[in-house]
């Protein structure tokens, strides 16, 4: 029997203006129209609605506007902090199954369908301290569930993040670690292939495992993918306060994910509204073998401290070799720049707002054992305007650049704006530049023109064993 088949997930189309962004969702639930295959199932992980005295009127509202392009028997719906109202959203969504966990409706269910169980959970539930969490009584039901789960697949979905990157740290899940990584502790005994959530307004994708906490309380032995799609209209936020093992991410843009199941494996592939591709990777299925190694490492993770050299000077080529002494450069976390105060560290452009400085270096050095056991070399690089990347004086990448040698006065190809400021491009590379002992990204940041308001710089590297 053929097994595959297509679900999307998408969430948080709630507005304080007007209750529901209708003219979003619409425009999101006619990309997804225009599909093919269709989509079995829409999953969508909460915030409907922005909720109130009047939040069963709005679900009402919100079913009538999405009815317009599917059946309400479509979407698999979770219940979001806006939607705030478990007998609410119980009875708007009344297709869904009914108390599977006894005392909380329909917010805390699973479907089966082909070769996958769908796993919902209720994360509006609070501590004493009113911190979200994903009680006891859940995680008991949960693991039941997953034990029970004969299936190649197992997906969980719910709203609140457990480890949440931007505007919601430690406003999520997290904000309790103890309940959190209690429920995480099961997420990563049992089958689990991803987990999907919302609640911050942006895109990201996130690797969940020992490398998120080396040494920590949690204690991981697999490796699961923690999803962010929480664009479907509500206000976008460009906030990255944690962004530790993110490999995508966090991007300020309405978006909806789409996940293509079969029998070898599960693709994910995420777009905004223009339908532009933002994010594609295999979601590998789980595996047993707590012996297993992971196949990749992070070698430089985002957020880490640089070296920099904001004088606008012109710094020729001996900078971006591994043999360089940047020991009188500054130092600071990422992300480095000016003008969009988000930054960790402020970089200077000189005396003249009207006559900035073209070129900032930025360099960080990597100690690493073994290079031969790395086959090739992930970047994840947000830069605002252009960029120029090395690996041990040799240039691997370019963006938004011109073709042809760069000078410490060549400017950018275009100055860049909006969401493409805080988006990470991401690029492959061969690691045949790496060395054993220690290794050197340098990287220069380009202006599109002097006048420009903003320089931004942030960078992650990922080593993929042979």
């Known amino acids: 029997m053929e097994k595959s088949f297509r679900i999307v997930v998408m969430g948080d189309s709630s507005s304080s203006v007007a209750e529901i962004n209708s ?10 129209k225009k599909l093919s295959p269709q989509p079995k199932y829409i999953f969508f992980v909460g915030d409907m609605v922005y909720g109130g005295s009047k939040v069963n009127e709005q679900l009402e509202k919100w079913k009538k506007l999405v009815e317009e392009y599917y059946p309400i028997n479509t979407f698999c719906t979770a219940l979001g902090n806006h939607d705030d109202s478990e007998s609410a959203f119980s009875n708007a969504f009344s297709h869904l199954p009914s108390e599977q966990l006894e005392g909380h409706k329909r917010t805390v269910y699973y479907i089966d369908y082909k070769n996958t169980r769908f796993i919902v959970l209720n ?3 609070t501590d004493s301290k009113g911190n979200y969490i994903i009680g006891e009584d859940q995680r008991k039901w949960l693991k039941k569930v997953l034990k029970s789960s004969q299936l190649k697949y197992n997906f969980i979905m719910f709203h609140v993040p457990a480890f949440p990157t931007g505007h919601h740290y430690k406003e999520s899940l997290d ?10 502790k099961i997420i990563d005994s049992y089958n689990v292939t991803g987990v999907f959530v919302g609640h911050e307004h942006s895109y990201s994708r996130r690797m969940i495992d020992s490398n998120l906490e080396s040494g920590g309380s949690l204690e991981l032995k697999n490796h699961i993918y923690h999803i962010i799609t929480g664009g479907a209209g509500t206000s976008l936020s460009s906030s990255n306060k944690d962004i530790r093992n993110v490999e995508v991410g966090p991007i300020a843009v309405f978006n909806y994910a789409v996940v293509d199941i079969n029998d070898n494996h599960v693709t994910l592939k995420a777009y905004d509204i223009e339908n532009k591709l933002i994010d594609s990777c295999t979601m590998s299925p789980y595996s047993s073998d707590s012996t297993a190694k992971l196949s990749k490492d992070i070698l430089i993770p985002y957020n880490a401290k640089w070296r920099y050299l904001d004088d606008g000077s012109n710094q020729g080529e001996q900078w971006r070799k591994r043999s360089f002494n940047d020991t009188a450069w500054k130092k600071g976390p990422a992300e480095l720049g000016y003008g969009d105060g988000g930054e960790a560290t402020v970089v200077s452009y000189g005396n003249n707002v009207h006559k900035k400085y073209i070129t900032t270096y930025f360099r960080k050095s990597f100690t690493i054992n073994n290079a031969y056991h790395y086959k090739k070399l992930t970047i994840n690089i947000q830069r605002d305007d252009g960029a120029v990347v090395y690996l041990n004086g040799k240039e691997v990448y370019r963006t938004n650049m011109p073709s042809g040698t760069i000078g410490y006065k060549t400017l950018a190809s275009k100055a860049i704006n909006g969401a493409d400021e805080v988006t990470y491009e991401k690029i492959i590379i061969d690691a045949e530049y790496l060395r054993d002992g220690i290794n050197v990204i340098a990287v220069e940041i380009h202006q599109a ?9 942030n960078f992650q590297l990922i080593g993929h064993k042979r």
């Open 449 to 457: 023109n002097e006048a420009s308001s903003d320089i931004s710089f």
């Open 23 to 32: 003219d979003i969702l619409r425009k999101l639930l006619s990309n997804i």
């Open 175 to 184: 904000a309790n670690e103890e309940e959190r990584n209690k429920l995480w």
């Open 123 to 125: 994360s509006n539930r």
